[in-house]
Nanobody
Framework: QVQLVESGGGLVQAGGSLRLSCAAS????????MGWFRQAPGKEREFVSR????????DYAHTVKGRFTISRDDAKNTVFLQMNSLKPEDTAVYYC????????????????WGQGTQVTVSS
């Protein structure tokens, strides 16, 4: 089992920044990829970004590329999502997820999920 706990969400004005954290515990060695997804009210959960533990390769949704940065701290088993130049359309619950080496941009490819953290961007 892998446990994921997100933190860092909140209310911010458009143009502002937030940094989300995802602390992983348990059998983390079984998971190769960490991802961030988000879900706005009435919408499907969508991919935001992912990073691999092995070589820190990253991937971003086109809607956040250039504004968001994913990173990891191996010693703390923690993944971060630095979100800059936030827009009202970034408002959503943000979820951290853990998957195997083949986990990509599809939510179904991830095995473990955190409880989510709310991000609200006001205009």
């Amino acid at each position: 089992q892998v446990q994921l706990v997100e933190s860092g969400g909140g209310l911010v004005q458009a143009g502002g920044s937030l940094r989300l954290s995802c602390a992983a515990s348990g059998r983390t060695s079984s998971m190769s990829t960490m991802g961030w997804f988000r879900q706005a009210p009435g919408k499907e959960r969508e991919f935001v970004s992912r990073i691999t533990w092995r070589d820190a390769s990253t991937d971003y949704a086109h809607t956040v590329k250039g504004r968001f940065t994913i990173s990891r701290d191996d010693a703390k088993n923690t993944v971060f999502l630095q979100m800059n130049s936030l827009k009202p359309e970034d408002t959503a619950v943000y979820y951290c997820a853990a998957g195997g080496a083949d986990a990509g941009q599809t939510a179904g490819e991830y095995v473990y999920w955190g409880q989510g953290t709310q991000v609200t961007v006001s205009s």
